[in-house]
């Protein structure tokens, strides 16, 4: 059950986004990185929902931590990708490099790092 807060979040996000849309003014590109901007994350509030409610150690968990490392590169390569394009050349790969790092750390962090049995 979705309390008010999240109620509240996702019409936020859902008002932002039509904003955007609307004015984009007919630009593809624009609309388009809206949209799969707000898909992703409506995505990955679904993914952390369903590993925050599977049993520790469970396969749904595991399949939900996918999802999440996942939805989270996807939205990384996305804004890295949009924010370079409007750098010089040095600052873009300033970006990328942290880019990577934040995607490689969360590798790291869900799927490498041992877990104690509290965490799990």
Not at 7 to 16: A, I, K, N, Q
Not at 39 to 62: G, Q
Not at 78 to 103: C, E, K, N
Request: cysteine-free; hydrophobic content about 55%; aromatic content about 12%.
């Amino acid at each position: 059950m979705a309390t008010a807060g999240t109620s509240l979040g996702f019409l936020l996000l859902t008002g932002s986004s039509i904003m955007a849309i609307s004015r984009s003014r007919g630009d593809t590109a624009a609309i388009s990185f809206v949209v799969a901007s707000y898909a992703s994350l409506v995505l990955l509030f679904y993914s952390l929902r369903r590993f925050e409610t599977a049993a520790p150690a469970s396969a749904a968990r595991d399949r939900a931590r996918v999802g999440v490392w996942l939805t989270t590169t996807l939205l990384t390569a996305m804004f890295s990708w949009s924010v370079a394009a409007l750098m010089p050349w040095l600052v873009a790969a300033g970006v990328w490099l942290m880019a990577a790092s934040t995607v490689v750390g969360g590798f790291y962090a869900l799927f490498l790092r041992p877990r104690g049995e509290a965490e799990d």
